[in-house]
């Protein structure tokens, strides 16, 4: 009987500093897995990964600065910055990825939907001679970011833009009224290289956006400068705006001697007026770099 008491007795133990086993090793895998430390690469839970994979995760770099990359999470599931590989690429090795780049460190690990952060590197992407700075994520999602900016030119020809995209149309090359592109009334278009989009807008241009001007109506229009805050200015307004591909431009008016960047147009008067080419008239709209 007491071989038999001591046998249950040893069977308990066993189960006892098994499940104690069980446990730690359970809270040790979490505490892992939860460790996000700066320096060192975050691990997935179980099913993590393919839970995020599958619902989406996406990211957009804002500004290269160096080697300090400011990205914003725009996905629906939050990133983590450690599981990010950057490379430096040209044109032709974007799909091969090209020169990879260490990450040194990070602002925050984790960006939920929404939050801006940094990214740290250990080579400053512009040293390397490269076109492209590339950002790569777990699931193969990436996003791809000019290292160059790519100059903006304007030009105006008859019928459709043979390249670039249509800003608006002008009734004639000299004292002419305006239109949207859409229109389609006015033979002579304005155009532009390198510009990603261009949009009217009934108040004030966007973020990253440069108001070229305004229109009094969508065809048959006058212009006005945009900005215009005149008491004799349009009732309403609308505003033409450009967004450039890459780089931070601005657009002001001036005299065609002090304008220090490009003079793309000129307007006859601040507002109720008509356009002509940079030369017709005493003031010009310069389009610049900053």
């Known amino acids: 009987m007491s071989l038999k008491r001591k046998g249950v007795h040893a069977v308990i133990a066993e189960l006892l500093i098994f499940s104690l086993v069980v446990l730690l090793g359970s809270m040790a895998a979490n505490f892992i897995m939860e460790s996000s430390k700066k320096g060192e690469v975050a691990i997935y839970k179980k099913g993590e990964k393919e839970i995020m994979c599958r619902e989406g995760i996406a990211w957009k770099i804002l500004n290269v600065d160096g080697a300090n990359i400011t990205i914003k999470n725009t996905g629906i599931y939050p990133i983590k910055l450690s599981q990010l590989e950057v490379y430096a690429a040209d044109v032709i090795s974007l799909e091969r990825r090209g020169k990879k780049i260490k990450i040194a460190g990070w602002s925050k690990e984790i960006l939920v939907p929404g939050e801006v952060g940094n990214v740290f590197l250990e080579t400053d992407p512009f040293s390397l001679g490269e076109g492209y700075l590339t950002i790569e994520g777990p699931c193969g999602t990436k996003d791809i970011h000019p290292l160059y900016f790519l100059p903006v030119m304007c030009w105006i020809e008859a019928g459709s833009c043979s390249s670039g995209s249509c800003v608006f149309a002008l009734s004639s090359l000299e004292n002419a009224h305006l239109e949207n592109c859409s229109a389609g009334n006015y033979q002579y278009k304005f155009c532009c290289a390198n510009i990603s989009d261009v949009s009217i807008f009934n108040g004030t241009c966007p973020l990253g956006y440069t108001g070229f001007l305004t229109l009094s109506s969508p065809t048959n229009a006058h212009a006005e400068e945009y900005g215009y805050s005149g008491s004799d200015g349009f009732s309403k307004k609308y505003n033409v705006c450009v967004k ?37 008239y005493s003031t010009v709209f310069c389009y610049r770099q900053e």
């Open 244 to 280: 450039p591909i890459s780089g931070n431009w601005v657009g002001n008016y001036t005299t065609l001697s002090n304008c220090k960047g490009m003079p793309l147009f000129s307007i006859s008067s601040k507002t109720n007026a008509h356009i002509g080419n940079f030369a017709k």
